[in-house]
């Protein structure tokens, strides 16, 4: 599935997304932009990991240069 997250392509391996998981990714690529520190957190089992890694994987694609 393909998302948009504040102007980045975002491929998420399930068919669905919750909320929660889009707003975690839109806080941590707004933290990315800033280059600064985050705490971000969620509950166990809401798809953490993933959410984390299919943001930072598209991140660092559209952001070679980091």
């Known amino acids: 599935m393909k998302i948009d997250v504040d102007g980045l392509t975002v491929y998420f391996p399930y068919d669905f997304i919750y909320p929660e998981q889009y707003e975690y990714m839109v806080e941590f690529k707004r933290a990315l932009d800033a280059r600064g520190h985050a705490v971000l957190e969620?509950?166990?089992?809401?798809g953490k990991t993933?959410?984390?890694m299919s943001l930072a994987i598209a991140y660092q694609k559209a952001n070679s240069s980091l």
């Open 42 to 46: 969620m509950p166990s089992g809401t």
């Open 50 to 52: 993933i959410t984390i």
